[in-house]
């Protein structure tokens, strides 16, 4: 396979491709010490908005994974880049995000009385704060000038244990069509965040290969900001027909990849 | 071909068969309990009826109401309107859902839920959002977006596409439904079908149901978009009006030039009957 000679290193989704909340998916843990011992460089990248490094770690070391082949320092988050955009930023923030994703962010610049004084809205993965009243208030504090929308991702969908669920992109979506503002988005498919996985990894971004369950966030997003090569798995939020999307015509075949599960995949990169 | 009276008018609208006319931003601004007449504009619709000249229907969003409080409503106010001339989406909504058969997930406000009581819920192949406030949150949300995913013939159907609306007496700006249509559009890369202004088949009801063509009528509104733009889409003339949702920045719009804009409802009247 001539993937396997061109790629130097991995950048690889966590929710949907290599676990499912605290499940790993099809021996997704044996690969994955397979592909440590390979030596290959990778890089977990993660879009979540609700989990510090910390508590994923925690879940996939519950989940089964070994604990030579997971760590903190091999995980980028939406969150751990946000950061240090919110520093530059530098203004008070309505977060619409979880409680505990607060711990890795500026504390000192998330303010939540409705007192229209923030200047900024973060849109993370919160269920229990997307109300009404609270999106209005978003709504009424973007419609003043040099206010900024910020999104920690435009995830649209992700697999749960019940079902599909509402990322946070649809109300990232609802709040750009009721102000006119596009949003800064910090996770996947920003090229930023792409770009800042590669540097991680000591690497080019034309050298890396993404591997994703969400053809367009980890996909075609990591394709279109210059990833070497596209890998869409079927597991997780992968649907019927959504290799349809990966525009090879655009991107060439040689690019883009489809297997069934990342166990698979790791298997014939390392096999040949 | 019923013969109506021309007003032969100011030289943007040339001759005026009737008149389409939006209710909330123009002739009032809707609060919680209470109407807020726009200053003149009960007046003006009086004209406008008692003259008998011109057919109008007040063609409106509004997908918190129906035919009959609306009608209340004006009847409390002393307007002098009929039923029959009021158009709200809630009706063209239960007839489009009925005529196709559908069973459907309803997220509408909690005031016109009860009109959809008696079409099968269970089950549901399709959605219909209005503008539902305090009813929209993740949970209900995410059921709706549940419903879209179960199938690819799941349909989106939204009363309106409006983005926000003035709540009234206040200057507070408040979501309209169409921001939550949106975000299910994304979520389910489905298009929602519009049950509503700027619809064609919404203006054409209202067009045939007063028997003239679109050249012949104007509608008036508050909303760029969805009133003038919609209306000057189907082919009918497009007024706006500097009241409710208006913007100074509309007068500006990028790919909407309205063929006239008058300060209120009432300064439109006067012009349309300059002549008369």
């Known amino acids: 396979m001539a993937m396997s000679r061109a790629v130097k290193g991995l950048l690889i989704d966590l929710s949907g491709t290599v676990h499912i909340e605290d499940r790993p998916t099809e021996s997704a843990v044996e690969a994955l010490v397979r592909l440590h011992r390979s030596k290959l460089p990778y890089l977990f990248v993660s879009n979540t908005s609700k989990e510090s490094r910390k508590h994923i770690l925690e879940r996939l070391l519950r989940a089964g994974f070994d604990d030579s082949t997971v760590d903190v320092e091999k995980i980028l988050t939406s969150l751990s880049a946000a950061d240090l955009k919110l520093r530059t930023v530098n203004q008070p923030t309505f977060p619409l995000i979880s409680p505990h994703s607060m711990v890795e962010l500026p504390t000192q610049l998330m303010h939540e009385a409705k007192d229209f004084s923030q200047k900024c809205v973060l849109v993370g993965l919160a269920p229990d704060k997307f109300t009404y009243a609270n999106m209005n208030y978003a709504f009424q504090l973007l419609s003043s000038p040099n206010s900024t929308l910020m999104a920690l991702n435009k995830g649209r969908f992700h697999a749960t244990s019940s079902g599909l669920s509402l990322g946070p992109g649809p109300f990232v979506e609802a709040l750009e069509f009721a102000t006119g503002h596009k949003a800064v988005v910090i996770g996947k498919p920003s090229p930023d965040f792409f770009q800042r996985g590669a540097q991680y990894l000591s690497l080019d971004l034309s050298e890396c290969a993404m591997i994703g369950d969400d053809v367009i966030d980890d996909v075609v997003g990591a394709l279109d900001s210059g990833v070497g090569f596209g890998v869409l798995v079927k597991t997780g939020k992968y649907r019927t027909g959504d290799e349809q999307r990966l525009n090879k015509d655009r991107f060439g075949p040689n690019r883009v990849r489809v297997a069934d599960s990342f166990a698979s995949f790791v298997d014939e990169l390392i096999d040949t | ?276």
């Not at chain 2, 009234?168 to 979520?187: I, M, Q, Y």
């Open chain 2, 1 to 276: 071909m019923t013969s109506h009276s021309t007003l032969n008018v100011s030289k943007q609208l040339g001759s005026v068969k009737a008149v389409l006319c939006d209710i909330h931003g123009v002739l009032f601004d809707d609060g919680d309990h209470d109407q807020f007449p726009i200053p003149g504009s009960v007046h003006a619709l009086n004209r406008l009826s008692t003259s008998g000249k011109v057919p109008f229907r007040l063609v409106s969003n509004e997908s918190a109401c129906t035919p009959d409080t609306v009608f209340k409503k004006f009847q409390k106010l002393k307007v002098d309107v009929e039923k029959s001339q009021i158009f709200v989406t809630v009706p063209a909504a239960y007839s489009v859902i009925k005529e196709r058969h559908l069973r459907p997930f309803v997220l509408v406000h909690k005031n016109v839920q009860h009109c959809f009581d008696d079409l099968d819920q269970s089950n549901p192949n399709c959605v219909l959002l209005g503008d539902a406030v305090d009813n929209f949150h993740y949970d209900s949300l995410n059921e709706a977006f549940r419903v879209l995913m179960s199938s690819p013939q799941t349909q989106l159907f939204a009363l309106g596409q409006g983005k926000f609306y003035r709540k009234g007496g206040t200057e507070e700006l408040c979501l309209d439904v169409g921001p939550f249509t949106k975000a299910l559009e994304f979520a389910t890369g489905k298009e929602a079908e519009i049950i509503g202004k700027p619809s064609k088949t919404y203006f054409g009801a209202a067009l045939k149901d007063m028997r003239v063509d679109a050249s012949e009528a104007v509608m008036i509104g508050d909303d760029i978009v969805n009133d003038v733009g919609g209306a000057q889409s189907c082919g009918m003339k497009g007024v706006l009006v500097r009241t409710g949702k208006y913007r100074p920045s509309d007068e500006d719009h990028p790919t909407v030039q309205p063929d006239l804009i008058v300060d209120n409802f009432a300064q439109f009247i006067d012009i349309l009957f300059k002549d008369g």
